[in-house]
């Protein structure tokens, strides 16, 4: 038995002094990898939607594209 594979890739991160304490405070020590997942992939997610605003298609402005 023994735990299900959590599907994720361990990684180092060093964050400003006082940021752990700040996330501590909102959500606990045993939710702060959990909180830092979430948030990482919320801002991915966000920049990843305004990139693509900000980029025209494929094809856009040429014969093909039209």
Known sequence: MGRPPLNVKTMNVRLPEGVPERIDALVGNRRRAEFIRDAVVAELER????????????????????
């Open 47 to 66: 920049r990843e939607a305004g990139s693509s605003k900000a980029k025209p298609p494929a094809g856009a402005g040429t014969p093909e594209g039209a």
